[in-house]
């Protein structure tokens, strides 16, 4: 599975768009961009994930670039809630991978009042 | 609906000592997996399952951890003469197949004094 580069930390205002970018150079064809985030003291939660199609979902927006090689996942209205630890991971699903998750530090967005 | 459940929520126990911890995934889901997180450590895969058997044990740190699961349902993960370095937090996700979203229960953190 394809490694990503997450920056460490972000903060946002309350209210406004939280942008947070992640870079998947070495993505391959075949290869997943999943979003899961971590509210401290808790399980991860899934977000979103996509293949090369923009995604929407009541949680999120994902933003996939037309090269694959990084794409950047939205909260449009961030709230205090949305403070959480951000991961971005790349995996293939199918029948030939177990679907384990490779997690990286991900990025810690702080939402601010 | 019920979500994945983990008990105990906390564990302490001295060092030598052996622990169980069990995984109650979301019912028909036949993927189950145990990932770590140690502090100051992301997370880390433990195993997966695919029903009862256990394809891919690579991320287990030791011999003295194995798990099982039974029935397809109910998962359990064993640390045999547990160590200061397993102090962490030890979470289970179950999928309704081996790709896709995982669903993560709550965890129990783990104290070996």
């Known amino acids: 599975d394809a490694k990503t580069t997450q920056p460490t930390s972000m903060d946002c205002a309350e209210g406004r768009a939280a942008n947070l970018p992640c870079n998947h150079s070495?993505?391959?064809?075949?290869?997943?961009v999943y979003w899961y985030r971590q509210i401290h003291s808790q399980g991860p939660q899934y977000i979103i994930h996509?293949?090369?199609n923009n995604e929407t979902n009541e949680m999120a927006s994902l933003i996939i670039t037309e090269d694959r090689k990084s794409s950047t996942l939205i909260l449009p209205h961030a709230t205090l809630r949305d403070t959480a630890v951000y991961y971005c991971?790349?995996?293939?699903?199918?029948?030939?991978?177990?679907?384990?998750?490779?997690f990286g530090q991900g990025t810690t967005l702080q939402v601010k009042p | 609906g019920a979500g994945v459940s983990q008990s105990p929520s906390n564990k302490v126990t001295e060092k030598g000592k052996d622990v169980e911890l069990r995984c109650d995934p979301i019912s028909g889901h036949t993927a189950l997996y145990w990932y770590r997180q140690s502090l100051g450590q992301g997370l880390e895969f433990l195993i997966y399952f695919q029903g009862n058997s256990a394809p891919d044990k690579s991320g287990l740190p030791s011999d003295r951890f194995s798990a099982e699961r039974t029935g397809g349902s109910v998962s359990t993960l064993t640390i045999q003469r547990t160590q200061q370095e397993d102090s962490a937090v030890y979470l289970c996700?179950?999928?309704?197949?081996?790709?896709?979203?995982?669903?993560f229960g709550p965890g129990t953190r783990l104290t070996v004094t």
């Open positions: 991971i790349v995996r293939v699903d199918g029948s030939s991978n177990t679907g384990k998750l490779i």
């Open positions: 996509g293949l090369k």
């Open positions: 996700a179950s999928s309704p197949r081996r790709s896709g979203r995982e669903y």
């Open positions: 070495t993505i391959s064809g075949n290869e997943y």
